[in-house]
């Protein structure tokens, strides 16, 4: 148990769906973040939230789509997705952006 | 430069120290990290140094940090077949942007029995 809850953990969507990723953090942290991990490529941070604002957005295509409603909860909205966005999409947050990152256990996506 | 850089396989076997070694470039970095990956999961901290410390102890786990060359490593004494993981080693570097994290492509450790 990291403190950072994602679900769901496993999703199958079709090019033509609409889904989103969830997250939560138990830590009382105010920085959140979105990174995809894809096989043999290194972690590619995608979003960061800093007091639910995004202070961060790396040349994400518009089909991914964060929200962060509150310093606690952060979404990651799909949209008419591509077979190379198959990937590990893990949640993380810190304190602040000094500060330690805790991951969480991550949503394995597989676009069809 | 923002660069962390880290070998890609190490093998070892079960009960021999292993050694995974990182370099990185900013010489703006406050913490260092090691995380663990196992299959499936998401990176868990396994230990961090702070950048004005040279070693850290802690049980298993000894991190050595060479400021002058940039260089981190994490030694696990009496690998064991649990410790079959990707590490990845992390750098938190200030600059003119403010705090960021980089982190290297990870160290996949085989163990065998």
């Known amino acids: 148990e990291t403190g950072v809850t994602q679900t769901p953990r496993h999703l199958v969507m079709g090019m033509t769906n609409k889904k989103s990723l969830k997250c939560e953090q138990h830590l009382g942290h105010n920085a959140m973040y979105w990174y995809k991990q894809s096989a043999k490529k290194p972690l590619e941070l995608m979003f960061v939230?800093?007091?639910?604002?995004?202070?961060e957005n790396n040349s994400v295509p518009s089909r991914f789509s964060p929200e962060c409603p509150n310093s606690s909860h952060l979404f990651l909205h799909l949209h008419t997705l591509q077979p190379e966005d198959s990937a590990l999409y893990l949640c993380?947050?810190?304190?602040?952006?000094?500060?330690?990152?805790?991951f969480g256990e991550g949503s394995w996506l597989t676009v069809v | 430069g923002e660069d962390v850089e880290q070998s890609l396989f190490l093998s070892v076997r079960e009960g021999d120290s292993s050694v995974i070694n990182c370099t990185y470039t900013d010489s703006s970095s406050t913490y260092l990290y090691w995380y663990k990956q196992e299959p499936g999961a998401g990176l868990q901290l396994l230990t961090y140094?702070?950048?004005?410390?040279d070693m850290k102890q802690d049980q298993r786990l000894t991190v050595l940090l060479n400021k002058k060359d940039k260089h981190l490593s994490l030694r696990i004494a009496d690998t064991q077949t649990g410790d079959s993981a990707i590490y990845f080693c992390?750098?938190?570097?200030?600059?003119?942007?403010?705090?960021?994290?980089?982190f290297g492509a990870g160290t996949r450790l085989f163990v065998k029995a």
């Open positions: 939230y800093s007091l639910e604002e995004r202070v």
């Open positions: 140094i702070f950048s004005n410390m």
């Open positions: 993380a947050s810190s304190q602040d952006r000094r500060n330690t990152i805790y």
């Open positions: 992390a750098e938190t570097q200030l600059n003119t942007g403010g705090f960021k994290t980089i």
